[in-house]
């Protein structure tokens, strides 16, 4: 069974800095692009970043392009998000997707981890 | 703004047939990029629900059904159902961004 599950979240001041993870089971991690995916309170959902299954291919948004950093260890089976220079707007819950072979679409979603940036 | 539109909110009675629509432009889905749509239950993280325009994963019951034309999507619910009530996002590429992963708004499904 494939199982993801985001880690890491928590109440942090602005310009503070906060790393996600995401562990990955029931699958072979290393043959899949993973991303993530954020949801502010009450909002849609918005694209975060995405790595390909050898980091080779890195992508981000706009909005968190130079602030925010995306690996993976897959001797570890784990997607991180480093996050920094944090602002209110950052704050949702961040969720780790699957996506499915180049596809450009995620087949499995993470639980999520909340994400508050507030002083 | 979201770069695809979809309508805030729907509705419809139980066993009736609804519609959601997903309109983007030629550097998306109108360049024959694919629509994904997702089911978002309350309280819960967001479940693909039609892959590839029409596709739907193992499980996904055949009354969700997804089409494509132009440079618009659409899902079709029929005899909906209470445990239908949730969000939905369609999802696309888009060529013309940086971040070329791009969702609709979402709508919200109200079962009557």
């Known amino acids: 069974e494939v199982q993801l599950v985001e880690s890491g979240g928590g109440l942090v001041k602005p310009g503070g800095s906060l790393r996600l993870s995401c562990a990955a089971s029931?699958?072979?991690?290393?043959?899949?692009?993973m991303n993530w995916v954020r949801q502010a309170p009450g909002k849609g959902l918005e694209w975060v970043s995405s790595?390909?299954?050898?980091?080779?291919?890195?992508y981000y948004a706009d909005s968190v392009k130079g602030r925010f950093t995306i690996s993976r260890d897959n001797a570890k089976n784990s997607l991180y998000l480093q996050m920094n220079s944090l602002r209110a707007e950052d704050t949702a819950v961040y969720y780790c997707?699957?996506?499915?072979?180049?596809?450009?679409?995620?087949?499995?979603w993470g639980q999520g981890t909340l994400v508050t940036v507030s002083s | 703004q979201s770069v695809l539109t979809q309508p805030p909110s729907v509705s419809g009675a139980p066993g009736q047939r609804v519609t959601i629509s997903c309109t983007g432009s030629?550097?998306?889905?109108?360049?024959?990029?694919?629509v994904h749509w997702y089911q978002q239950l309350p309280g819960t993280a967001p479940k693909l629900l039609i892959y590839?325009?029409?596709n739907r994963p193992s499980g996904v019951p055949d009354r969700f059904s997804g089409s494509k034309s132009g440079t618009s999507a659409s899902l079709a619910i029929t005899g909906l159902q209470a445990e239908d009530e949730a969000d939905y996002y369609c999802?696309?590429?888009?060529?013309?961004?940086?971040?070329?992963?791009?969702f609709g708004g979402g709508t919200k499904l109200t079962v009557l």
């Open positions: 997707a699957r996506e499915w072979y180049g596809r450009y679409y995620f087949d499995y």
């Open positions: 029931g699958f072979t991690f290393s043959s899949y692009s």
């Open positions: 790595i390909s299954s050898s980091s080779s291919y890195i």
């Open positions: 030629s550097s998306n889905i109108g360049a024959g990029y694919d």
């Open positions: 590839g325009n029409s």
């Open positions: 999802q696309s590429y888009d060529s013309s961004l940086s971040t070329h992963v791009v």
